[in-house]
């Protein structure tokens, strides 16, 4: 019965399996400094401190204003202000979303390489020629439009929308659809250049145009991860949304905002519990969809 063979070429030459040994060791050691030294270097730069957040006179701070918190302001007025809260931020996170999946359809195709200037529907084109040179302009240009929308922070893009369309709720539709576009178009991106080309290659052979490739091909390939990359980023919208309020883009974070700037506790307490409802309620429809859908 023969040996292994990479057991045998090691016993045939040790002093080779002990010069790989020594190099694979001194990554590793070179690999753990780099993460010592970016830890010293980040725990500096975030001028943490410890002692300061677990002393007893910062503990008793914090205990003051959490018992000033209770009982929650249950009447009329702060309950139905926190109910209209509660639905002003699922509408923003939910027209976001819609607003987002626009945005990214409109430009995911011209910024996914396999479908613009590589892969099998690039070399479907005549070789040669300024068409097939020119279709990396729309793909530069998608690519740099994308990845300026989610660079930019929502709170950012909602300080810009509350200057042009002023308070309330809008901006914040538009903040969260602007970013949240860009995230979507970068993993719709990603989810088109890992597809499988088998499914491409046999309709191609059978002579598909290429729209036909795309919507028969392609799209059923990707179809799933979209809608589960969708749900996952209303998720994150209905929290994000919350936190827009502090800026004037309406929902409860607005209400949050003010609670916390008059010093009003029992009613702050009281829209946190809305907005974590909102939040479980959100979290167990998207899985609700998401196993009915995918």
Request: aromatic fraction near 12%; charged fraction near 15%.
């Amino acid at each position: 019965m023969k040996g292994d063979p990479l057991n045998e070429q090691s016993q045939s030459n040790p002093w080779q399996a002990h010069r790989e040994s020594g190099k694979t060791s001194l990554r590793i050691y070179l690999l753990l400094g780099s993460l010592v030294f970016l830890f010293i270097w980040s725990y500096r730069g975030s001028e943490i401190h410890l002692l300061q957040l677990f002393s007893r006179e910062g503990g008793g701070q914090v205990l003051t204003y959490f018992m000033r918190l209770f009982p929650p302001d249950l009447s009329g007025n702060v309950l139905s202000d926190a109910l209209i809260g509660a639905l002003e931020t699922f509408a923003i996170s939910f027209l976001s979303v819609l607003m987002a999946v626009a945005i990214a359809l409109s430009l995911v195709f011209f910024g996914s390489r396999n479908l613009v200037y590589s892969g099998l529907l690039y070399e479907m084109e005549a070789r040669g020629g300024w068409r097939r040179s020119s279709r990396r302009i729309p793909y530069l240009l998608a690519k740099g439009i994308l990845n300026f929308l989610r660079t930019v922070p929502e709170m950012v893009w909602a300080l810009i929308f509350v200057f042009l369309v002023g308070l309330g709720p809008f901006p914040g539709v538009l903040a969260l659809g602007v970013h949240t576009g860009g995230v979507l178009g970068k993993l719709f991106g990603e989810a088109l250049e890992n597809i499988d080309p088998q499914p491409v290659e046999s309709l191609q052979s059978t002579g598909a145009r290429r729209m036909q490739i795309i919507f028969y091909g392609i799209f059923p390939q990707v179809l799933p991860q979209f809608i589960s990359y969708t749900l996952y980023r209303w998720e994150v919208n209905i929290r994000v949304a919350a936190v827009l309020g502090f800026v004037g883009a309406g929902g409860l974070g607005q209400r949050i905002y003010i609670a916390i700037s008059l010093f009003l506790e029992n009613q702050l307490l009281t829209l946190m519990l809305v907005l974590y409802v909102l939040v479980t309620i959100v979290d167990y429809l998207s899985a609700y969809l998401r196993r009915k859908v995918i």
